[in-house]
C-alpha cells in the first residue's frame, strides 16, 4: 500500500469553472493517483507512450504542496509536477495553433484584396500589440493591405508553438517543481520579471535591478500564458523565435533541446542556464512530451483535499457554484479558448 499524504498540487478549493464541466474531487494522496491510473495519466515508466495529453487543468498551487513536497520521494514529486503542468502546457499550445489559423484565413481574404470584417480587424489590432509589433497608436492608424499582411506574417512568425519539453524544464528551474515561495504565494511558474509595485517581494531585492519582482497570477495557467507571450514578443528572445523559424523552414521538428540554445537571455548565467535547462531535459525525459497532442475531450478538473470529510465539503461548495452561476463566470475569468 501506497503511504496516505495530502496531494495539494493538483488543485487547492478554489471556485471551479462550468457548471458543464466535470469536477472530480479526490480525498488524498491515494485518491489522486487512483483517478489518475483510471484515466491513463500515471506512470514514469510510460511517458514515451502517453503523448494524449488529458484536458484536466490545474487550478491552483497550494502553499501545502510547498511543505509536502519534500516529504516525498523525489520521483514522485517530479511525477506529479509533470502529470500536472503537461495538460496546462499542451492546452496553451492548442490555443496558439487556433490563432495561427485564425491568422491564415485573415492573410487569405487580404491576399485576395477582400476586406475582413471590422472585428477580425480589431483582433488583429489587439494582437499586435501584445506581441509588441507595433504600438496602439500605429495600429489604430494602419489601413493599407500590404501593412496589415505584414503585421499578419510577423505575427505568424512570433505566435508559434513552444515545445512542452522545454516550458517542462524551464518551470521545473525556475519553481523548484512547483516549491518556491513565489510558486505558492501567486501561482509563479517561470520566475517572471514584474515593474511597477505589482508582483512579490524577492527576500534578496537587488539594488541595481530597480523594484523588480516576481510576477503573480491568479492561475496557474495564467503564469504558462504569460511564459508563451514572453518568449513571443520580448525583444531578448528573437535568438528563440528566429532559431524556431529556421527550424520549420528547414522542415526540422521543434524540439526542447534544439530552441533551449536560443534562451541565453533568460538567465543572467547565460551558457550556464542553458546547459542546466538542457540537463534538466535530459535527466527527466521531459523531451518525450515534445510529441504530446492534447485529447479530444471536453475541459476537465480534479483536485485533491486532505481527507473525505473535506471532499465532501468541497462537493457542496460545487454544487451551490453551480446552482448560482459562480462556475461559468469563473471559467470566463480563466479565458481558456
Not at 530552441?259 to 547565460?270: F, I, N, Q, V
Request: with cysteine; glycine share 8%; charged share 25%.
Amino acid at each position: 500500500m501506497r503511504k496516505v499524504m495530502t496531494l495539494s498540487l493538483l488543485l487547492c478549493l478554489l471556485p471551479l469553472p462550468s457548471a458543464a464541466q466535470e469536477v472530480v474531487v479526490l480525498p488524498g494522496y491515494e485518491g489522486a493517483i487512483e483517478w489518475l491510473e483510471s484515466i491513463e495519466w500515471w506512470g514514469k515508466d510510460l511517458h514515451g507512450e502517453q503523448l494524449a495529453v488529458p484536458r484536466t487543468l490545474l487550478i491552483a498551487i497550494s502553499p501545502r504542496w510547498r511543505q509536502e513536497a519534500p516529504e516525498m520521494e523525489v520521483a514522485l514529486k517530479k511525477e506529479f509536477f509533470y502529470r500536472s503542468l503537461l495538460p496546462l502546457v499542451v492546452h496553451a499550445n492548442s490555443m496558439v495553433l487556433n490563432r495561427r489559423e485564425r491568422l491564415a484565413a485573415l492573410d487569405g481574404l487580404l491576399s485576395r484584396g477582400k476586406s475582413p470584417k471590422d472585428g477580425e480587424l480589431d483582433w488583429l489590432r489587439q494582437l499586435a500589440v501584445v506581441l509588441r509589433i507595433h504600438p496602439q497608436e500605429e495600429m489604430d492608424g494602419m489601413a493599407a493591405t500590404e501593412e496589415w499582411r505584414q503585421v499578419v506574417a510577423e505575427a505568424l512568425y512570433r505566435l508559434d508553438v513552444i515545445p512542452a519539453g522545454l516550458a517542462l524544464g524551464q518551470a521545473a528551474i525556475e519553481s523548484g517543481y512547483g516549491t518556491s515561495r513565489f510558486a505558492a504565494e501567486g501561482n509563479a511558474l517561470f520566475g517572471q520579471w514584474a515593474f511597477g509595485g505589482e508582483g512579490i517581494v524577492p527576500s534578496q531585492q537587488r539594488k541595481e535591478k530597480g523594484d523588480h519582482r516576481i510576477a503573480a497570477f491568479e492561475w496557474p495557467f495564467d503564469s504558462v500564458r504569460g511564459y508563451f507571450l514572453n518568449l513571443s514578443s520580448h525583444p531578448a528572445y528573437e535568438d528563440f523565435r528566429r532559431i524556431r523559424a529556421e527550424l520549420k523552414a528547414a522542415g526540422k521538428p521543434l524540439t526542447s533541446l534544439a530552441l533551449a540554445d536560443g534562451l541565453l537571455r533568460y538567465s543572467e548565467r547565460g551558457q550556464e542556464y542553458v546547459d542546466e535547462l538542457k540537463s534538466m531535459i535530459r535527466t527527466n525525459q521531459f523531451n518525450l512530451a515534445d510529441a504530446a497532442t492534447q485529447r479530444d475531450e471536453p475541459i476537465g478538473f480534479a483536485f485533491a483535499v486532505a481527507d473525505e470529510e473535506a471532499a465532501q465539503q468541497a462537493r457542496a461548495r460545487i454544487d451551490e457554484q453551480r446552482k448560482s452561476g459562480e462556475l461559468a463566470e469563473t471559467l470566463a475569468r480563466m479565458r481558456l479558448e
